[in-house]
């Protein structure tokens, strides 16, 4: 009775084990099955391309618009169902430095019917830049900075933050200066400087690569410079729609210019500042406008990004005043807070 006892003990032991490897294998916990199944496809999705909306309208024949590339991760998951959100990504190739914006431009006009890619310029400046990037942010949309090189020496970790929440980030001449005018019209190196300045403080600021996106302040370009600018392959972005935002000091005021173009245009590159207070506090309103009003938010990014010139690096690096010397520590290693 005994040898029996320990055989039939074993046999329910043995049966038990068996009983949890199955259980193990239909549980959704780490390392299951299904676990493992379901890593696959998220893995294998996260490759495909965004698809086209069925019947939706050919876009011009343009070699250096290249839509829908493979999808960012975070496109389409955003955590608020009621986000506006962005709708497709377009891949801007800058070779031989292609022009956008029909207000000077005709040859690239890639938006349909109710797309709106959104663009600031100025910044990065304190206040303002973060309260446009929340409203980004709080609806999952991504857009193109066109950031000041002077601005961006002062508080880099404004550009950062810009950078790491996904934003294109362009230039827009190192200290916004007017290059029609003398003595930049007069002397084309100290407009080129003016440029390659920019382009050489952003990425020093970012501590990596900027778009080659440029856009010359006031909309105003000599044609030397924009024959420039294709030999250094950067791309020339004037707009679509210019909200005239650095004129207005109400929030309402910069809803109602930006909506009531748009409702007459249909679509278009849509100009504003970061820089601008009423600007930042007009974004979660506007935003909530563009949902409404059925907009779909386009985000440009470049094929290849821009390199800088190691002369003008070189008299970036000599001015940068703000600078932390070779002390590249990271804020949370160097202030902690201990009581509050």
């Known amino acids: 009775m005994h040898v029996v006892g320990v055989v039939f003990a074993a046999l329910v032991t043995l049966g038990l084990a068996v009983l949890g490897v199955v259980a193990a294998q239909k549980t959704d916990g780490p390392g299951s099955l299904v676990t493992r199944a379901a890593h696959v496809m998220l893995s294998s999705r996260s490759q495909e391309p965004i698809s086209e ?4 309208p050919a876009l011009p024949t343009a070699s250096a618009v290249v839509v829908n590339p493979p999808a960012p991760k975070d496109l389409h998951t955003c955590s608020d169902p009621d986000a506006l959100g962005s709708s497709r990504v377009v891949e801007i190739d800058t070779t031989g430095g292609p022009a956008f914006g029909t ?19 100025d910044g990065p400046w304190p206040r303002n830049t973060p309260m446009v990037l929340r409203a980004l942010q709080d609806n999952c949309i991504k857009a193109t900075f066109f950031e000041i090189g002077e601005h961006a020496t002062w508080r880099r970790d404004l550009s950062r933050d810009v950078a790491a929440a996904g934003i294109t980030i362009g230039s827009r001449t190192w200290a916004h200066k007017d290059l029609t005018k003398n003595p930049y019209a007069k002397h084309i190196e100290q407009a080129k400087q003016e440029i390659e300045m920019d382009v050489s403080a952003v990425q020093r600021a970012l501590g990596g690569p900027i778009a080659p996106f440029f856009r010359f302040p006031d909309l105003q370009q000599l044609a030397e410079l924009v024959t420039y600018l294709g030999t250094r ?58 949902k409404v009003g059925g907009y779909k938010i386009v985000h440009m990014v470049p094929k290849e990004p821009v390199t800088t010139l190691t002369k003008y690096d070189n008299i970036v690096r000599a001015q940068d005043k703000y600078s932390a010397g070779t002390n590249t520590r990271p804020e949370s290693s160097v202030i902690k807070t201990i009581t509050e």
């Open 103 to 121: 207000e000077h431009f005709k040859q690239y006009d890639f938006l349909r019917d109710k797309e709106v890619v959104l663009t600031f310029d």
């Open 233 to 290: 392959d950067i791309a020339i972005f004037s707009t679509d729609i210019d909200t005239l935002d650095f004129k207005l000091r109400r929030p309402e005021d910069v809803i109602e210019s930006a909506m009531i173009q748009l409702t007459k245009r249909g679509r278009g590159i849509l100009l504003m500042h970061d820089f601008q207070h009423a600007t930042a506090e007009a974004m979660p309103e506007l935003l909530c406008e563009l």
């Open 53 to 56: 909306p069925t019947g939706a």
